[in-house]
Protein backbone atom coordinates (compact mmCIF):
# COMPACT_ATOMS: atom_id res chain seq x y z
CA UNK A 1 0.00 0.00 0.00
CA UNK A 2 2.79 2.50 1.15
CA UNK A 3 4.89 1.79 -1.96
CA UNK A 4 1.76 2.24 -4.67
CA UNK A 5 1.28 5.72 -2.59
CA UNK A 6 4.57 6.53 -3.57
CA UNK A 7 4.20 5.51 -7.21
CA UNK A 8 0.70 7.03 -7.19
CA UNK A 9 1.04 9.96 -10.15
CA UNK A 10 -1.44 12.45 -8.02
CA UNK A 11 0.84 11.77 -5.02
CA UNK A 12 4.28 12.63 -6.77
CA UNK A 13 2.65 15.53 -8.35
CA UNK A 14 1.31 16.67 -5.05
CA UNK A 15 5.06 15.97 -3.55
CA UNK A 16 6.60 17.92 -6.50
CA UNK A 17 4.55 20.62 -6.26
CA UNK A 18 5.34 20.82 -2.11
CA UNK A 19 8.59 20.07 -3.02
CA UNK A 20 8.91 23.40 -5.69
CA UNK A 21 7.36 25.61 -3.13
CA UNK A 22 9.71 24.69 -0.35
CA UNK A 23 12.85 24.76 -3.00
CA UNK A 24 11.41 28.23 -3.61
CA UNK A 25 11.26 29.73 -0.21
CA UNK A 26 14.58 28.13 0.63
CA UNK A 27 16.42 29.84 -1.89
CA UNK A 28 14.44 33.61 -1.15
CA UNK A 29 15.22 32.32 2.90
CA UNK A 30 19.14 32.55 1.51
CA UNK A 31 18.69 35.86 -0.05
CA UNK A 32 20.32 37.88 2.20
CA UNK A 33 22.87 35.57 2.36
CA UNK A 34 23.63 35.45 -1.37
CA UNK A 35 23.29 39.13 -1.70
CA UNK A 36 27.14 39.00 0.38
CA UNK A 37 28.34 35.95 -1.03
CA UNK A 38 31.65 36.37 -3.72
CA UNK A 39 29.57 35.45 -7.15
CA UNK A 40 32.33 32.50 -7.54
CA UNK A 41 30.73 30.41 -4.04
CA UNK A 42 27.16 31.42 -4.77
CA UNK A 43 26.18 27.58 -6.30
CA UNK A 44 27.17 26.27 -3.01
CA UNK A 45 25.79 28.83 -0.47
CA UNK A 46 21.89 27.74 -0.56
CA UNK A 47 22.54 24.15 0.76
CA UNK A 48 19.05 22.77 1.34
CA UNK A 49 17.53 24.85 -1.48
CA UNK A 50 19.79 23.16 -3.84
CA UNK A 51 19.15 19.74 -2.53
CA UNK A 52 15.47 19.85 -2.76
CA UNK A 53 15.87 21.41 -6.41
CA UNK A 54 17.60 17.64 -7.45
CA UNK A 55 14.73 15.76 -5.91
CA UNK A 56 12.04 18.14 -7.71
CA UNK A 57 14.03 17.30 -10.57
CA UNK A 58 13.88 13.63 -10.16
CA UNK A 59 10.44 13.59 -9.42
CA UNK A 60 9.48 15.48 -12.74
CA UNK A 61 11.32 12.71 -14.22
CA UNK A 62 9.86 10.30 -12.13
CA UNK A 63 6.86 10.85 -13.09
CA UNK A 64 7.79 10.93 -16.76
CA UNK A 65 9.24 7.34 -16.28
CA UNK A 66 12.42 7.98 -16.62
CA UNK A 67 15.58 8.14 -14.54
CA UNK A 68 18.15 10.52 -13.96
CA UNK A 69 20.73 8.67 -11.68
CA UNK A 70 23.29 11.35 -11.28
CA UNK A 71 20.44 14.02 -9.92
CA UNK A 72 19.11 10.89 -7.86
CA UNK A 73 22.64 10.38 -6.15
CA UNK A 74 22.91 14.31 -5.34
CA UNK A 75 19.33 14.32 -4.29
CA UNK A 76 19.30 11.29 -1.75
CA UNK A 77 22.69 12.52 -0.44
CA UNK A 78 22.22 16.19 -0.01
CA UNK A 79 18.38 15.44 1.34
CA UNK A 80 19.18 13.54 3.76
CA UNK A 81 22.81 15.41 4.58
CA UNK A 82 21.29 18.70 4.86
CA UNK A 83 17.78 17.93 5.86
CA UNK A 84 19.50 16.25 9.37
CA UNK A 85 21.90 19.47 9.53
CA UNK A 86 19.49 21.55 9.81
CA UNK A 87 17.41 19.64 12.34
CA UNK A 88 20.59 19.15 14.17
CA UNK A 89 21.64 22.83 13.70
CA UNK A 90 18.09 24.34 15.17
CA UNK A 91 18.16 22.17 17.94
CA UNK A 92 21.76 23.11 19.19
CA UNK A 93 20.36 26.74 18.62
CA UNK A 94 17.17 26.21 21.20
CA UNK A 95 20.06 24.49 23.84
CA UNK A 96 22.42 27.27 23.51
CA UNK A 97 19.72 30.08 23.35
CA UNK A 98 17.42 28.77 25.06
CA UNK A 99 14.93 29.95 23.19
CA UNK A 100 13.90 28.74 19.13
CA UNK A 101 11.34 30.98 17.29
CA UNK A 102 8.27 29.57 15.54
CA UNK A 103 10.66 29.47 12.27
CA UNK A 104 12.62 27.02 13.83
CA UNK A 105 10.19 24.58 15.06
CA UNK A 106 8.81 24.96 11.32
CA UNK A 107 12.57 24.03 9.70
CA UNK A 108 12.92 20.84 11.98
CA UNK A 109 9.35 19.64 10.85
CA UNK A 110 10.12 20.65 7.00
CA UNK A 111 13.77 19.45 6.86
CA UNK A 112 13.42 16.24 8.66
CA UNK A 113 10.84 15.36 5.96
CA UNK A 114 13.24 16.41 3.63
CA UNK A 115 15.72 14.03 4.93
CA UNK A 116 13.02 11.11 5.06
CA UNK A 117 11.43 11.78 1.75
CA UNK A 118 14.50 11.00 0.09
CA UNK A 119 15.41 8.00 1.35
CA UNK A 120 12.09 6.40 0.52
CA UNK A 121 12.21 6.68 -2.63
CA UNK A 122 15.63 4.59 -2.98
CA UNK A 123 13.98 1.57 -4.62
CA UNK A 124 13.37 3.73 -7.92
CA UNK A 125 16.87 5.41 -8.22
CA UNK A 126 18.94 3.82 -11.16
CA UNK A 127 22.49 4.45 -9.16
CA UNK A 128 25.41 3.55 -10.10
CA UNK A 129 28.88 4.08 -8.04
CA UNK A 130 30.01 6.51 -10.98
CA UNK A 131 27.24 8.88 -9.55
CA UNK A 132 27.64 8.05 -5.97
CA UNK A 133 30.86 8.86 -6.85
CA UNK A 134 30.56 12.36 -8.35
CA UNK A 135 27.79 13.11 -6.29
CA UNK A 136 30.10 12.49 -2.94
CA UNK A 137 32.92 14.49 -4.59
CA UNK A 138 30.22 17.59 -4.93
CA UNK A 139 29.25 16.95 -1.33
CA UNK A 140 32.63 16.88 0.21
CA UNK A 141 33.51 20.20 -1.91
CA UNK A 142 30.38 21.89 -0.15
CA UNK A 143 32.13 21.34 3.22
CA UNK A 144 34.98 22.87 1.82
CA UNK A 145 33.50 26.08 0.31
CA UNK A 146 31.20 26.04 3.62
CA UNK A 147 33.87 25.87 6.95
CA UNK A 148 37.27 26.79 4.86
CA UNK A 149 36.12 29.30 2.74
CA UNK A 150 33.63 30.56 5.31
CA UNK A 151 30.52 30.65 3.34
CA UNK A 152 28.43 28.24 5.77
CA UNK A 153 24.81 29.25 6.50
CA UNK A 154 24.63 31.78 8.89
CA UNK A 155 23.55 31.45 12.21
CA UNK A 156 24.34 34.06 14.53
CA UNK A 157 24.05 32.08 17.75
CA UNK A 158 26.06 29.47 16.70
CA UNK A 159 29.09 31.15 15.73
CA UNK A 160 31.25 30.52 18.29
CA UNK A 161 31.13 26.46 17.48
CA UNK A 162 31.62 27.13 13.83
CA UNK A 163 34.94 24.35 14.22
CA UNK A 164 32.84 21.76 15.96
CA UNK A 165 29.67 22.13 13.48
CA UNK A 166 32.15 22.34 10.46
CA UNK A 167 33.82 18.65 11.64
CA UNK A 168 30.46 16.94 12.73
CA UNK A 169 29.30 18.25 9.01
CA UNK A 170 32.07 16.62 7.38
CA UNK A 171 31.43 13.39 9.35
CA UNK A 172 27.31 13.87 8.56
CA UNK A 173 28.35 13.82 4.46
CA UNK A 174 30.28 10.80 4.76
CA UNK A 175 27.16 9.42 6.60
CA UNK A 176 25.19 10.50 3.86
CA UNK A 177 27.23 9.20 1.24
CA UNK A 178 27.54 5.54 2.77
CA UNK A 179 23.69 5.33 3.09
CA UNK A 180 23.16 6.54 -0.21
CA UNK A 181 25.22 3.30 -1.19
CA UNK A 182 23.53 0.69 1.31
CA UNK A 183 20.01 1.66 -0.04
CA UNK A 184 20.62 1.80 -3.92
CA UNK A 185 24.26 0.49 -5.36
CA UNK A 186 24.25 -2.41 -2.80
CA UNK A 187 20.58 -3.55 -2.33
CA UNK A 188 20.70 -3.68 -5.81
CA UNK A 189 23.73 -5.71 -5.70
CA UNK A 190 21.77 -7.69 -3.09
CA UNK A 191 18.10 -7.88 -3.23
CA UNK A 192 17.89 -10.36 -0.17
CA UNK A 193 19.55 -7.61 2.28
CA UNK A 194 17.12 -5.71 3.31
CA UNK A 195 17.60 -2.28 5.84
Known sequence: MFRFLLTYKPFVLLLLVINVFGTIYGYWWYESQIAITPTIFIPFVPDSPTASLFFCIFLFFFLLNKNVPLVEALAIITLFKYGVWAVVMNILTLVVTGFLPWQGYMLIASHGAMAIQGLLYAPYYKIK???????????????????????????????????????????????????????????KQNPRHSI
Do not use: C
Request: hydrophobic share 50%; proline share 2%; glycine share 6%.
Open 129 to 187: VSHLIIAGIWTLHNDIIDYVFDMMPIYSQLNDYSQEIGYFTFWLSLISIGIAYVLTVRK
